[in-house]
């Protein structure tokens, strides 16, 4: 049985709904990478399966609240409506059964949500600290470092970034942690730290699994944050979210090859 699939921009919704929502819609949508038994086992869920995902799909992305939801609901049959919602919630409870990679680098990126999962927690707990602290307006993460995730060098920019935080952001951000007013941060952002460090070193072994071209160039970044002075380290750190963001959908991105 051909199992129907769609096609439609992925596009995760708030963390704080499903944190690696990008993995899960991706995986799920390849008949090769169908690993759910939802997915796998049964022929008449297996039909609406895509169906589902394309439903909380459009569920969160849309901006408009009743309306948009009247509209979806009103082109299916109750029945329908019913068997997909409880698909997708199936989606949650049986769609983190492990893939099986060939490579070290395949396994990396099927192992990144728990990394991600970890670093979100870190940074919930330091967050507040950061953003009450961050009185610029200018974006230090800006649209050209969204842009490089996007680009050929992407892997290039995770690298760059990550070193650039290494380097220069995190050992202040720990050493700027220290009184008795901060000290409980201190073991959140040295948690931080040291995830970014390993998965520095992964990346680096990983880029011609990735296919990675041309350089990332560094200094336009660091010349945006030596500009900010003292305050650079407040942006820095509070748009830390960004960062998990363009490298979750990046590495969800590289889940189809080499399996």
Same mark, same amino acid.
């Given at each position: 049985m051909?199992?129907?699939?769609?096609?439609?921009?992925?596009?995760?919704?708030?963390?704080?709904?499903?944190?690696?929502?990008?993995?899960?819609?991706?995986?799920?949508?390849?008949?090769?990478?169908?690993?759910?038994?939802?997915?796998?086992q049964d022929p008449t869920r297996r039909r609406i399966y895509p169906h589902s995902l394309q439903l909380l799909h459009s569920l969160l992305s849309t901006q408009k609240t009743v309306p948009a939801w009247k509209q979806l609901f009103a082109s299916m049959s109750p029945r329908f409506v019913l068997l997909s919602l409880l698909a997708v919630l199936s989606i949650f409870a049986t769609s983190r059964s492990t893939r099986v990679c060939n490579n070290q680098c395949c396994r990396f990126v099927e192992g990144f949500p728990g990394?991600?999962?970890?670093?979100?927690?870190?940074?919930?707990?330091?967050?507040?600290?950061?953003?009450?602290?961050?009185?610029?307006?200018?974006?230090?993460?800006?649209?050209?470092?969204?842009?490089?995730? !996007?680009?050929? $060098?992407?892997?290039?920019?995770?690298?760059?970034? +990550?070193?650039? *935080?290494?380097? #220069?952001? %995190?050992?202040?951000?720990?050493?700027?942690?220290?009184?008795?007013?901060?000290?409980?941060?201190?073991?959140?952002?040295?948690s931080i730290q040291q995830i970014f460090d390993q998965l520095k070193t992964d990346v680096t072994k990983c880029r011609h699994y990735f296919s990675c071209k041309n350089q990332f160039d560094i200094r336009n970044l660091n010349s945006?944050?030596?500009?900010?002075?003292? !305050?650079?380290? $407040?942006?820095?750190?509070?748009?830390?979210?960004? +960062?998990?963001? *363009?490298?979750? #959908?990046? %590495?969800?991105?590289?889940?189809?090859?080499n399996l």
């Open positions: 051909n199992m129907l699939t769609v096609s439609f921009p992925v596009k995760s919704p708030p963390s704080s709904f499903c944190p690696n929502f990008a993995y899960i819609l991706r995986g799920e949508l390849s008949p090769k990478m169908c690993t759910s038994e939802v997915c796998k990394r991600l999962k970890k670093l979100r927690q870190d940074y919930s707990r330091i967050r507040d600290f950061y953003e009450a602290n961050d009185d610029l307006d200018t974006a230090l993460l800006d649209q050209s470092v969204e842009d490089s995730f !996007k680009s050929p $060098f992407a892997c290039q920019a995770i690298g760059g970034i +990550l070193g650039f *935080y290494l380097d #220069t952001v %995190l050992p202040t951000a720990v050493a700027g942690v220290s009184d008795d007013a901060t000290r409980s941060l201190k073991p959140h952002v040295e945006t944050y030596t500009q900010m002075e003292s !305050k650079g380290l $407040f942006k820095a750190m509070g748009e830390l979210d960004l +960062l998990f963001n *363009y490298i979750e #959908t990046y %590495l969800a991105s590289k889940r189809h090859i």
